[in-house]
């Protein structure tokens, strides 16, 4: 029997191109848009390997619904908060992700999001496309700088530190960079980033990069305390997962001006409903989830992916498997 595989979003041509020369291997791909969970379960049953993305829940119930032949799940992405790891371990399934290639593409998002919020782009954007443009005034339109400010990056993994090395020119010599994290970084001092406890970070950051994974210990720990802690002024930037942020808390904060600016790639739910309380805010600046969004990324990414699921589908180990 050839091993069967099920892809469940087009990937970019290259990647697919990869996937479909494995000749040994039956590959059905699910080429629109997301695939509904009904039509998840149903299409899973008996195939030896599934690639997924952060829209696909992959829990006990797919997995069940797959069969005990399933012997690799390979995400496209570098989170995997979508996947229940205590499944994957119990039944002895390797997990494959995406780590290092999104690393620049998603550290400039940061950027633009810290400068975009900062800067307030949204407000400018949109004040030129409806008329509302007003005539240049000392006072129009003003925001803030970063020279000699103190950056606060929670989670100094990859995409904290290339997001902290990209801040730092704009900081300049007299600025700071701090990081929180379950562990002292060996990289810190190189890129001359001090540890600080999460309160420290929350209340001397002028900007925040949340730039950590989503799991259990870090879910929701940005909630009204947290930020009621930090500066009035701070920029609060998040391009990690939306799960990470309280986000009735952030909406109630924003709602008594406890916040300076802020921008988010990432939401809950997403997509965010154009309606959303935290969309009435101008000086909330949001991305549709674009951090890895570049086509030298994605294709890099959909290349491992396809790579971790052959891998995994030869028995072979993976070349790049999560943490399990
Ligand atoms: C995107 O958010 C990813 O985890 O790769
Ligand atoms: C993600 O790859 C990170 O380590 O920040």
């Known amino acids: 029997r050839r091993p069967k595989v099920l892809v469940t979003q087009a990937l970019l041509p290259d990647s697919e191109k990869?996937?479909?020369?494995?000749?040994?291997?039956?590959?059905?791909?699910?080429?629109?848009?997301?695939?509904?969970r009904e039509e998840l379960l149903k299409k899973v049953k008996g195939v030896d390997g599934i690639l997924c993305t952060l829209s696909n829940k992959i829990d006990k119930e797919l997995l069940d619904a797959t069969g005990p032949q399933i012997k690799v799940v390979?995400?496209?992405?570098?989170g995997y908060d979508h996947v229940d790891v205590k499944e994957l371990r119990k039944r002895n399934i390797p997990l494959g992700y995406t780590p290092g290639v999104l690393t620049d593409a998603t550290a400039d998002l940061t950027v633009i999001l810290v400068l975009g919020a900062a800067r307030r782009i949204r407000e400018g954007i949109l004040s030129v496309l409806n008329g509302t443009w007003g005539i240049w005034t000392p006072t129009y339109?003003?925001?803030?700088?970063?020279?000699?400010?103190?950056?606060?990056?929670v989670g100094l993994g990859r995409i904290g530190k290339a997001t902290a090395i990209r801040l730092k020119p704009f900081i300049g010599a007299n600025g700071k960079i701090i990081y929180s994290g379950n562990s002292d970084k060996p990289y810190a001092g190189e890129i001359g980033a001090t540890k600080v406890d999460f309160d420290t970070l929350l209340r001397e950051s002028d900007v925040i990069c949340v730039t950590c994974a989503l799991t259990s210990q870090t879910k929701e720990m940005f909630d009204y305390d947290a930020f009621k802690k930090m500066k009035k002024s701070v920029v609060f930037v998040n391009s990690a997962r939306g799960g990470l942020v309280k986000q009735d808390d952030l909406v109630r904060a924003l709602s008594e001006s406890l916040l300076g600016s802020v921008g988010l790639d990432v939401t809950t739910p997403e997509p965010l409903d154009p309606q959303d309380p935290l969309l009435k805010y101008d000086n909330v600046f949001v991305l549709p989830h674009i951090g890895s969004a570049t086509y030298e990324t994605r294709t890099l990414m959909g290349n491992i992916a396809v790579e971790n699921l052959l891998a995994g589908v030869r028995g072979k180990p993976l070349p790049h498997a999560a943490q399990l």
Not at 18 to 36: H, Q, R, S, T, Y
Not at 74 to 78: A, G, H, I, K, Q
Not at 141 to 153: A, D, H
């Open 74 to 78: 390979s995400t496209v992405s570098v």
């Open 141 to 153: 339109m003003i925001g803030s700088q970063l020279s000699n400010k103190t950056v606060g990056i």
């Open 18 to 36: 990869l996937l479909e020369n494995a000749e040994e291997v039956e590959v059905e791909i699910w080429k629109d848009g997301l695939i509904p």
